[in-house]
């Protein structure tokens, strides 16, 4: 396992990220903010209260973090790559990309599962389970250890992708398919 800064987007199985559906999941919270933050600039300007200033304040850090989280997931590359030597999955990052190459050697199995969180939640996702070594190294590396040890509580596996479009998913399922070795395991679970 070696930490990469991004996934490359020029091999043969691409998981790119779905920016469309990004920017449609933060733009109503950044237009909150930003009319709550003009309205509050009004407030200022008509009041010269220190709470509509607060407010303003507030509602102008709240944009500027939801546009680093929309540059974080949809800026910093595709989800996931592989050819038939590495497999390449982003592992995280808000102010800058962190990705893991692996080779094919220390991934176990790929397996599709579906997540089901509260208030009927569901999301599909492509869980990755490494050797013991590869797990000891990401294990190793503070930066990545964190993530990795909250998606396997949340998803039963250190490196984990998920999309929205799970049709996506099931042909990049094949698509590894082709080009993992023989001892790679593959399954879909539910």
């Given amino acids: 396992m070696q930490r990469t800064a991004r996934v490359p987007d020029d091999t043969k199985v691409v998981l790119p990220v779905s920016t469309g559906q990004v920017l449609r999941e933060h ?3 950044i237009a909150i903010f930003f009319l709550t933050a003009a309205i509050a600039g009004l407030g200022v300007g008509a009041t010269g209260s220190a709470v509509w200033l607060v407010v303003g304040v507030l509602c102008v850090a709240g944009v500027v973090l939801e546009v680093l989280l929309v540059r974080a997931q949809a800026g910093f590359g595709p989800l996931l790559a592989a050819d038939t030597e590495h497999v390449w ?9 962190r990705s893991v190459r692996l080779t094919w050697a220390e991934v176990t199995a790929v397996t599709l599962h579906r997540w089901r969180g509260r208030r009927n939640a569901t999301a599909r996702y492509l869980a990755f389970d490494l ?7 990401l294990a190793a590396d503070p930066r990545l250890a964190r993530r990795a040890r909250r998606l396997s ?3 039963g596996s250190p490196v984990a992708v998920a999309e929205q479009g799970s049709h996506i998913l099931d042909q990049t399922l094949r698509d590894l398919r082709d080009l993992a070795p023989d001892g790679v395991q593959f399954a879909e679970k539910s």
């Fill in 27 to 29: 733009a109503l919270t």
């Fill in 89 to 97: 999955v982003r592992a995280g990052g808000f102010l800058s990309a």
């Fill in 131 to 137: 050797t013991d070594e590869a797990m000891a190294e």
């Fill in 153 to 155: 509580r949340v998803f």
